[in-house]
Every structure is written in structure tokens, then in C-alpha cells.
Nanobody
Framework: QVQLVESGGGLVQAGGSLRLSCAAS????????MGWFRQAPGKEREFVAA????????LYAASVKGRFTISRDNAKNTVYLQMNSLGPEDTAVYYC????????????????WGQGTQVTVSS
């Protein structure tokens, strides 16, 4: 089992930045892949970014590439999502998820999920 707790969401103006954190516990953190997804009102939950156990293979959705950066600190059992140049289209609940090792872009490959943190970007 893996327990995930997100933090760092909030309200920010367009063009601003936020840093999300996801603290993991339970399974050995360094052996699991981590991902961020988001869900806007009335929309499907979508992939944002993912990173493998070593941090050497980050993946990004086209909509956030160049603006968001995913990273992890295995010593702190934490994964981060640095979000820059935020726009209203980034408004959503952001979820942290854990896979069983590899990096994936599809929700079904992530058996463990956090409760989500709200990000609201005002124009």
C-alpha cells in the first residue's frame, strides 16, 4: 500500500507560479513511479506529468511541457510539481498518483491516488 498526501495548491494570478508537493508513505518510495494528473470541472482527469524512480525519465503532457517541472526527492519520500506561467486553463484539482515502478501516462496504471489539491488561476 502507498498513502499519498498532496499540498501546495491555492489561488494564483495568471502568469504566476505554484509548487505542489506529494508526500508518500507505505511502500519503498524509491521503487515506485510517480505521476500528477488534474481534473477540471466537467472534464475527465488528465495526465500532467510523471517521473520514474530515479528521476531520469520525466514525461509531460503537451499542454504543460516547458512550463511545469516534475521532480522527486527519494530521501524525503516526496514528489514535486513546479508550475510556472500558469493560466486559467490550468485551474483544476491536481492529484498525485503512484505506480508500481515504471512511468505511465494513463490513469489505469496508477493504483494509488491522493485526495487532490485545488489550483485556481485567476485571469
Amino acid at each position: 500500500q502507498v498513502q499519498l498526501v498532496e499540498s501546495g495548491g491555492g489561488l494564483v494570478q495568471a502568469g504566476g507560479s505554484l509548487r505542489l508537493s506529494c508526500a508518500a508513505s507505505g511502500r519503498t518510495f524509491s521503487s515506485i513511479g510517480m505521476g500528477w494528473f488534474r481534473q477540471a470541472p466537467g472534464k475527465e482527469r488528465e495526465f500532467v506529468a510523471a517521473i520514474n524512480w530515479s528521476g531520469s525519465t520525466p514525461l509531460y503532457a503537451a499542454s504543460v511541457k516547458g512550463r511545469f517541472t516534475i521532480s522527486r526527492d527519494n530521501a524525503k519520500n516526496t514528489v514535486y510539481l513546479q508550475m510556472n506561467s500558469l493560466g486559467p486553463e490550468d485551474t483544476a484539482v491536481y492529484y498525485c498518483a503512484a505506480s508500481l515502478g515504471a512511468v505511465y501516462t494513463t490513469r489505469i496504471q496508477y493504483p494509488y491516488w491522493g485526495q487532490g489539491t485545488q489550483v485556481t488561476v485567476s485571469s
